[in-house]
């Protein structure tokens, strides 16, 4: 079982260093969040929309499709209720809230198609050395990827435990929202004690291996600053030079 | 904590439980993109008392994971924050309530006790609303008094029907098996800090004032006596009336 | 104790009085071990479950005391250096470890970086850690899978990475704790062939504690523990004709050994070979009428099935598109019958045993129990005609007391709060914890942790009972224990259907025997027919028992131990 979105292509995207790919996620969470007008948040989005196609990451998005619709709905809905300027439009929705409500939903959905992009087209271990080579300590940034790699492993152990409970006799899906997650126990304890258990033994496998021996590690993976990766970091500096200007 | 290698692996375990109890429900979520309906809430509050700081590193690191499977965004900083607070909360103040005896004294054994979790619980999941309500207010992308009392209640209902009946099933466990983090950490090493009493009452008013104040504000009901719809403040003024509660409950959790 | 002193290697390995107690526990695990190993040897530990065999694997690396908690005494010197003052940190690449449980050695996201791992914390240049993977996947075979996920490959491959990612620490001793218990024949094979390579290629110092008997035959010493001491030390072939220290010791003896034995032979074989020589030796003949007496035997069984139980009709059933797991299996099982499903990892048993509570539903085809699909039989009437034992019982244990655990069956079946407490007495008593029903269930060792799950399956009442691999990680005391309430069950009326990777239990319990391969059934009848064509056997990737290959040479299929003896006559012995 593979829950992860990346998708093993050869695009440009996919062949930029973990660093850029970071630091272009991080700009465009500026330049989307920036603009306060409408034109402007559609220019940002179009930008997004233009990475993706480059990162050929459209698959992924219409995995997700439903809950990007969910989601603009949902931010127009909450921000349109809350009062601001401007004549009201029907019932107590002011037209200034309607406004910043479809502007938000845009700024949303542009960040999250960003975060799309980004896992579609980088593998989780180069997240970890891409995070470790800017500075991240490497021992955090070990358990965040180990982490990564159990989440299958525990989703896995988790079906089992529901079959054998299921055969039990246990059901999830009927009674009241109260039974439902008391349900839950029987699920939840025999899969947190089998991890937990192994977790004492992957530790010892750890130290067994060397891990934590305070020498001065190496890395197996490489990463090399190509220039691709510089023309991609001067081009989102000047958009993001160019968004704040307009934004201000 | 991070030289001890059991802790390092149990913050990735924390993490990996939280993220892959989360995804299943990725599918049903009652504010999409921002909270789920989660039993696995539970998990920081539990693995918090359990693991201390690797709980709840565990909790940050497993909400990031758990946005990586479409909601990775500007929320997940929040998320991070907000979650690292929900599984470090729970043990600061577990043993400075006045109920348990130290912040070891895990064994929920009596009524008082369950009092004493569920408490520690509905504080931690305030804490967590606090946190992430506050930052995506800060960056406008939805209102504190949306988003705060749903994180809030949906946490703290996960934790109160869960958890006391999770912690009576692992901990004598885990204990006998020497997987708990007293165990685990030798005395030098616990964290611990100057007066956790202070600490603790610290927590319990960065966590409330800011809450309450960040609700109030948001909805408009600071500055109406009346309910008049619309008053309501706009972002500067509920980040700035929330700030400087989590100033305070950062001290809080420093001292404790 | 100690032979062949005239070796000149060198000691590698020196326990000195080594005793141990973790930090919670009231007794010592171990009680005062020596042991001193020398370089280049292959040394198989064996011993039951709890004998202390992984704690002394611990305290070879440091992982005791600087890991584990607890207090020791004596000391560990690894090629000279004190564990005590040296640590894991400094140890680890002088001696690498490898554990029964390979899901959690492994932590890469690539095979290629899961090797990587021990060189990279050396700090080692980095062509040298490429030529380090290069050398350590050759040696496990795993060339062609260097860009996989771990977490996609198979168990036996599992292993062999786990093996791969210590190797390429290139440490000069190796210890190998329990490697194959979790695999399948197939690659419990693979696994010994690395051994053998090994010990040719490298001169490596190797410690393997081991559970399959058969396999200890290529050691250079055999050490048997139990009860946290070392209670025999010697070459193979003398520790492993002493079949009643072993039987001491909770270890299976070969059953060729054992057999001839129990026979009162004066030479005790421990190959086919040598029982061929033996036998004529002794002059041992099978009686006349054997044959027949074994036929009526099997034909008695027979005779107490009752009406069809479940029928598997043309079950077709895939995971996913080209992940074909079941390919058109079609079977009768009938009430009282006592079926064993043999076939590697992959071959679809366990998908075809979870077809017939209703776990998994057909996608093609038909499964009916008592003459009702399963397609239309909720989960809850299938739990109360067939019950089914999952393989690792910690999977689904969590209550806090044995008899609440086995209480949950039959409540959550909505049994009456008084009928449920008579059903799970009756379990307990059946397994035997009836008397420690108040215990949590989780201080109990893994084969009665394993008869609580069967109790809590036995408490629901079903007619049939499937178990998945009942006797993993069992030592060969809880295997027999194990198996004699399987088999009192199935006298009792249960019908039993049951996979296993235990060849010599399928022989010597099941009445009846289904071997797959690929998703099919390639063979399907009474025990000893299927055992009297080893050709058909070896298609499904399976050897006989030895005794049973022996009774084969002998032109009569018998199935185990005991059945020979009764089949056996002892003419008078003359000397040669």
Redesign the interface.
């Known amino acids: 079982m593979n829950p992860y979105l990346y998708e093993s292509k050869n695009t440009i995207i996919h062949r930029l260093d973990p660093r850029t790919k970071i630091l272009i996620l991080m700009a465009t969470f500026v330049i989307a969040l920036a603009p306060s007008t409408l034109p402007h948040a559609f220019a940002a989005v179009t930008l997004v929309i233009i990475y993706a196609s480059l990162g050929r990451a459209w698959p992924v998005i219409a995995r997700m499709r439903n809950f990007l619709v969910i989601i603009t709905v949902f931010t127009i809905l909450v921000w349109g209720i809350i009062p601001r300027g401007g004549e009201i439009l029907w019932m107590f929705i002011r037209r200034e809230s309607l406004v910043f409500g479809v502007l938000t939903a845009i700024k949303i959905d542009a960040i999250l198609l960003a975060g799309m992009v980004f896992l579609a087209t980088t593998r989780n271990e180069e997240i970890t050395i891409g995070l470790v080579k800017m500075g991240a300590p490497y021992v955090m940034c070990f358990a965040f990827s180990t982490a990564l790699r159990l989440v299958p492993t525990f989703a896995q152990t988790g079906s089992t435990v529901v079959e054998a409970q299921k055969s039990r006799g246990l059901e999830l899906d009927t009674g009241g929202l109260w039974k439902r997650m008391k349900s839950y126990v029987p699920l939840m304890t025999p899969i947190f004690l089998v991890s937990i258990r192994n977790a004492n033994l992957m530790a010892l496998a750890l130290e067994a291996r060397g891990f934590a021996a305070g020498k001065s590690r190496t890395f197996y993976i490489q990463l090399k600053m190509r220039l691709r990766d510089w023309i991609a970091l001067a081009l989102t500096a000047v958009l993001l030079g160019v968004s704040l200007y307009i934004a201000s | 904590m991070w030289k001890y290698t059991k802790m390092v692996v149990l913050a990735a375990v924390t993490a990996a439980f939280y993220a892959a109890l989360v995804i299943p429900l990725k599918g049903i979520p009652i504010v999409p993109g921002f909270t789920e309906f989660r039993p696995g809430a539970v998990i920081p509050v539990v693995f918090g008392l359990l693991f201390s700081p690797a709980g709840a590193w565990g909790a940050a690191f497993g909400n990031v994971i758990g946005d990586f499977f479409g909601t990775f965004g500007i929320g997940t900083v929040g998320g991070f924050f907000g979650n690292f607070f929900y599984g470090l909360v729970g043990y600061k103040v577990w043993g400075s309530m006045g109920i348990a005896s130290s912040p070891e004294d895990l064994a929920i054994d009596s009524k008082k006790k369950a009092l004493n979790f569920i408490l520690a619980a509905i504080l931690s999941s305030l804490a967590c609303a606090e946190l992430i309500a506050w930052w995506l207010e800060l960056v406008r992308i939805l209102p504190f008094a949306a988003i705060g009392p749903i994180i809030a209640v949906n946490n703290s209902l996960a934790c109160v029907v869960l958890g006391i009946m999770l912690m009576g099933l692992l901990y004598k466990r885990l204990n006998r098996w020497d997987l708990v983090w007293f165990a685990i950490m030798d005395e030098k090493d616990r964290p611990r800090g100057l007066s956790p009493r202070i600490g603790a009452a610290l927590i319990w008013l960065g966590v409330l004032g800011g809450f309450v104040a960040g609700v109030a504000l948001s909805a408009g009901l600071a500055q109406t006596m009346l309910f008049k719809i619309g008053t309501g403040a706009t972002t500067p003024s509920v980040v700035l009336g929330v700030t400087p509660f989590i100033i305070i409950l950062i001290i809080g959790c420093l001292l404790a | 104790m100690e032979s062949e002193i005239q070796n000149p290697k060198s000691e590698i390995i020196e326990i000195d009085s080594l005793i141990f107690r973790?930090?919670?526990a009231s007794d010592n695990a171990l009680r005062g071990v020596s042991l001193k190993i020398r370089e280049g040897d292959l040394v198989v530990i064996m011993g039951p479950n709890e004998a202390g065999k992984s704690t002394l694997c611990?305290t070879l690396?440091g992982?005791i005391p600087h890991?584990?908690?607890g207090t020791l005494d004596g000391a560990v010197r690894i090629n000279g250096m004190d564990t005590r003052r040296q640590g894991?940190?400094?140890l680890?690449?002088h001696i690498?470890?490898v554990?029964q449980?390979f899901?959690?050695?492994l932590?890469?996201?690539?095979v290629?970086?899961e090797v990587?791992?021990?060189?990279?914390?050396?700090?080692?240049?980095?062509d040298e850690?490429k030529d380090r993977i290069r050398r350590a996947l050759e040696l496990t075979g795993l060339t062609n899978l260097r860009g996989r996920?771990p977490?996609t490959l198979s168990g036996g491959q599992k292993q062999l990475l786990a093996i791969a990612?210590?190797l390429s620490?290139e440490p000069p001793i190796l210890c190998f704790d329990e490697p194959t218990t979790d695999l399948d024949p197939k690659n419990k094979r693979r696994i010994f062939n690395l051994t053998r390579q090994l010990l040719e290629q490298r001169k490596q110092t190797l410690i393997v504690i081991e559970h399959e008997t058969e396999e200890a035959l290529s050691a250079d010493r055999v050490v048997l523990m139990h009860d946290g001491r070392i209670a025999a030390d010697g070459p193979p072939s003398e520790i492993l004709r002493n079949t009643r220290r072993l039987e001491e010791c909770r270890i299976m003896p070969l059953q060729l050994t054992d057999l001839f034995e129990k026979l009162g032979g004066n030479e005790l074989p421990l190959s086919i070979e040598e029982a061929k020589k033996a036998w004529q030796n002794n002059s041992f003949q099978l009686l006349p009428n054997a044959r027949k007496k074994l036929d009526e035997s099997d034909a008695e069984k027979a005779r107490c099935y009752g009406r069809p139980l479940i029928e598997v009709d043309d079950a077709h059933f895939s995971y996913g598109p080209d992940m074909s797991a079941l390919r058109g299996v079609s079977l009768q099982i009938r009430d009282g019958e006592f079926v064993t499903i043999l076939g590697q990892n992959g071959s679809g048993k366990t998908t075809l045993a979870?077809h017939l509570?209703g776990?998994l539903k057909p996608t093609r085809g038909e499964v009916r129990v008592e003459g009702t699909s399963t397609a239309r039989m909720s989960?809850?009437e299938l739990?109360r005609r067939i019950?089914?034992v999952?393989q690792?019982p910690?999977?689904?244990?969590?209550?806090?007391t044995i008899q609440a655990e086995v209480l949950?069956?039959p409540?959550?079946?909505g049994v009456g709060e008084k009928r449920a407490q008579a059903q799970a007495r009756d379990a307990l008593e059946t397994v035997g914890l009836w008397e420690r029903r108040s215990e949590?269930p989780?201080?109990l060792t893994k084969g009665l942790r394993q008869k609580v799950a069967v109790a809590?399956?036995l408490a629901?009442r079903p007619g049939a009972i499937v178990l998945d691999e009942p006797t993993t990680g069992l030592d060969y005391g809880e295997l027999r224990s194990m198996m004699s309430l399987v088999k009192r069950l199935n006298e009792s009326g249960h019908t039993i259907i049951m996979i296993t990777h235990c060849i010599w239990i399928a022989a010597g319990y099941a009445h009846r025997t289904i071997l797959m391969s690929e998703g099919r059934i390639v063979a399907d009848g009474p025990t000893r027919g299927i055992f009297a064509r080893e050709d058909m056997l070896s298609k499904a990737d399976i050897i006989a028992p030895q005794i049973v290959r022996f009774s084969n040479e002998l032109g009569t299929t018998i199935l185990s131990v005991e059945e020979f003896l009764q089949c056996t006559q002892k003419t008078i012995n003359h000397k040669p």
């Open positions: 973790y930090r919670a611990f690396n992982l890991m584990v908690k894991v940190r400094s680890f690449s690498g470890l554990f449980d899901e959690s050695q932590f890469s996201t690539e290629e970086l990587a791992f021990g060189p990279e914390n050396l700090g080692l240049p980095i850690i996920q977490a990612s210590v620490l979870k509570n776990l989960a809850t739990g019950g089914y999952f690792n910690d999977h689904q244990i969590f209550e806090e949950f069956g409540k959550m079946l949590d989780f201080t809590s399956v629901t």
